[in-house]
């Protein structure tokens, strides 16, 4: 069976991703600011991840409301 999981990025795969939207929107990122803006594309990338890893079926819909 193959695992069809979502793999979080990498920091290189997330520095790529950082470099890759500064140029197509024209928008520097200073330095200072590099590592942080990284680690939340890696943090936001770990989240995803973790959702779209929970397993679903097609009869699966969402709840209307939330009640704890």
């Known amino acids: ?3 069809t999981r979502p793999k ?5 795969e997330a520095e790529a ?9 024209a928008l520097p990122i200073p330095e200072p600011c590099r590592a942080g803006t990284i680690a939340n ?6 989240a995803a991840a973790f959702v779209m890893s929970f397993p ?3 009869a ?7 009640r704890a």
Request: hydrophobic share 55%.
């Open 1 to 3: 069976m193959t695992d």
């Open 8 to 12: 979080p990025l990498t920091e290189a």
């Open 17 to 25: 991703l950082m470099e890759a939207a500064s140029r197509a929107l």
């Open 41 to 46: 594309i890696v943090a936001a990338s770990n």
């Open 56 to 58: 679903l079926d097609d």
């Open 60 to 66: 699966d819909e969402a709840a209307p409301v939330f």
